[in-house]
Each structure stands twice: as C-alpha cells, then as structure tokens.
C-alpha cells in the first residue's frame, strides 16, 4: 500500500489538513485482536489485498463501537474512488471488487484517549489546576487506592456493569495521579508503567507469544513461578543468602485472610501441600481441638489463628477466594439481621424486647426467604 493513495482517499473524503488521522496497513490486523486507534481520533486503514477477511474487521470494531456507530469503505471504481457508508447495526457481507480499499473512521467520542486523559490529570498537577490535587503525593493517596480498589469489587460482587464502569474509572485515576507524580520527581512516567507491564506479560507467557509447550493451568502457574523467580534473579533482587523466601514479594499488607491465602497458594505451587483434600479436614478438625483444650489469653489466640488458618486453607482447596466468601456472609449476615430489626420494628417492639429464641425464628426465615428470592431468580 503506497503513502500516495492514503493521501488520494483523504483528498477524496474531503477531511481538512489540519486533522490528524492515523494511517494504518489493514493487514497487519490480520494477526490483531483489537484496532490500531482509538475511537477518539481519525483513522483510515489501507488494505492492499483480498486475503484478509474483512467481518474479521467488523468483528474488531464491535468490541470498541456501539451499533449505532457508522463508518465508510472507501473502494477504486472505474472511474475511480467511490465511498459506502457502513453499519455497525445493520451489515451484510461487504464485496470488494478491488484489491485496494479503505477504511475510514471518525472519532466516535472525544474525552475517551488516554493521552487527553493524561493531559487532564497532568494539568489538575499543574501551577494552574487544583490546590488539592498539587498537595498529594504516594502516601496521601494510599487510603485512596485501597478504597478504590473495595469499591471496584464491591462492582464486580453487586454484578453490576455500570458500576463496575464508574469503579474502573476512579482506580484508573489513581494509577495516573501516582504515575504523574513519580514522574514529576523524574522515577518514571506512565509510559513506563505500560511498558513494564506489557513486557512482564509477554515474558511470562512464552506459551503464547514463543512455542513453549504447557500442561493445562497447572503449567501455566508451575511456569509463571519459574520466570517470576528468573526475573528476580536478572534484576539482581533475589538475595545469595539461604533465607530467602519465595513468599516475600506478597504484599504484607493485604487483608489478613486474603495474605493467608497467598501464603499458601505461592507454597503450594513448588510442593508444600496435602495430596488430598481430607487431611485438610482433619487439620480443621484437630485445630478445633486444640482450641477447647487452649488455656490462658496468649495460647487461646494463638490457637484460634492456627484453626483461622486451617480454614481458609480449606476454603483455598475447594477452589474459592477466602476474603470473598466471608465477605459474602456478612452481607447475608446484614441483610437477616436487617429483617430480624424490620419485622420487630413492624410488630410495635424493640430488639430489647425479644428472646434469643424469638430473634433465631426470625433468622430462619429470612434465611427462607432468601431461599425462595434464589428460587425465583428475583
């Protein structure tokens, strides 16, 4: 595809100079899983020939456009370029009779680009932004994060997209704030952060981008701790003396279930776990014991995280997220407990005024009703 007949369906399109487009060889999304520009800017790809299907396009700019969205195949006639406008909503197999065509789209949003979005964030940075936003630095925003990221899996937990949307969004933000900050003290920028990112991805997944050959999930994992561990060693960060543990580079400030999870995963997966799940059971069952027979403050503590432990170590073999369980029941637990003070409420009474077997009864049957609201789907 030659520069000059970008430049001919341009003139032809009629869009003003001073516009940036990207220009881009259709086919080199022949291998792609996503476009090559983003929905805020001008685009028009060059396809020189028949071998790539073009729904493999379609399908590419479904996944970033809505329906509605339109856009043209600009295609060389007899008499020269001539243009069809195309819908996402309404499409049927497109025929080309050239071997040379385009593709050409308009921005679709305007405040959608990263770049922009880095603007925005750099500027609230800025002498002239945000009094508030000038004065953060890492550890003024930690607090932050860590709310940002409970309300993103608070989201994910409701099922609700929109949310989820809007969650995204504010933890974004965060990871912008502190790359711009870092990189206002010269540590690194944004782009940085992508790159490393990007590169840590591909190397850990020579399965996909080299022809390394892996045995299911299992594979996966057993490789990923093999390179994890290499990547430490190339950066000169694992230490030569004998106490260098695999567990270090787990955050100890996790919540405290999902930290003892962690623990176990990262030591399962190089061989320190049971074969089966039933010694677990027993592990629970003789931690139990051990708690009824504790004596004395110190060792009744000790023994309840020894059984804390056992647990969640239970909850790791049945393949569940011990934070996001428990997490669940206290939001059971509200939701009955809420009942119990409606129901009470409702009856002219206070909690005060009933027994613990009257405040059972009415547990139950908000576990019922939950029952049947699972039942129904509602």
Request: charged share 30%.
């Amino acid at each position: 595809m030659k520069i000059g007949e970008f430049f001919e369906v341009i003139e032809f399109l009629g869009i003003e100079p001073e516009r940036s487009i990207r220009l881009i060889k259709g086919n080199d999304l022949e291998k792609s899983y996503s476009l090559a520009h983003s929905i805020n800017e001008y685009a028009l790809y060059g396809f020189e020939t028949r071998s790539i299907e073009i729904e493999k396009v379609l399908d590419l700019v479904k996944t970033d456009y809505n329906g509605e969205y339109q856009f043209w195949l600009v295609k060389k006639g007899e008499r020269g370029w001539k243009k069809e406008k195309i819908s996402l909503n309404n499409h049927d197999k497109i025929t080309i009779e050239s071997a040379h065509f385009f593709l050409f789209f308009k921005p679709q949003k305007t405040n959608s680009g990263f770049l922009g979005f880095k603007e925005l964030i750099s500027h609230l940075r800025s002498p002239e932004g945000c009094p508030w936003d000038r004065k953060q630095d890492h550890k003024s925003l930690r607090t932050n994060l860590i709310e940002e990221t409970y309300e993103v899996i608070d989201a994910i937990d409701l099922g609700n997209p929109t949310a989820l949307q809007e969650e995204l969004g504010d933890l974004l933000l965060q990871v912008v704030l502190h790359a711009q900050i870092a990189s206002e003290k010269n540590n690194f920028t944004i782009f940085d952060v992508i790159e490393g990112i990007h590169n840590k991805i591909v190397y850990r997944h020579p399965h996909v981008f080299q022809d390394w050959e892996v045995d299911g999930v299992k594979g996966v994992i057993h490789n990923w701790e093999i390179l994890k561990a290499e990547e430490k060693a190339n950066k000169d960060l694992i230490s030569e003396k004998e106490d260098h543990s695999i567990l270090e580079s787990i955050p100890r400030n996790l919540p405290a279930l999902s930290l003892a999870q962690k623990y176990q995963e990262r030591a399962a997966r190089v061989g320190f776990d049971w074969p089966e799940i039933e010694p677990v059971f027993n592990k629970v069952h003789e931690e139990l014991g051990e708690l009824r027979q504790a004596e004395g403050s110190d060792f009744i503590e000790s023994e309840l995280g020894d059984l804390l432990f056992a647990v969640v170590n239970l909850v790791r073999w049945y393949g569940f997220d011990a934070e996001s369980i428990l997490r669940q029941m206290s939001k059971r637990f509200l939701t009955r407990f809420q009942y119990i003070e409606k129901v009470t409420k409702n009856r002219g009474k206070k909690l005060t005024d009933l027994t613990l077997d009257e405040m059972n009864q009415l547990w139950e049957a908000s576990k019922e009703l939950e029952t049947k609201s699972a039942q129904t789907g509602q």
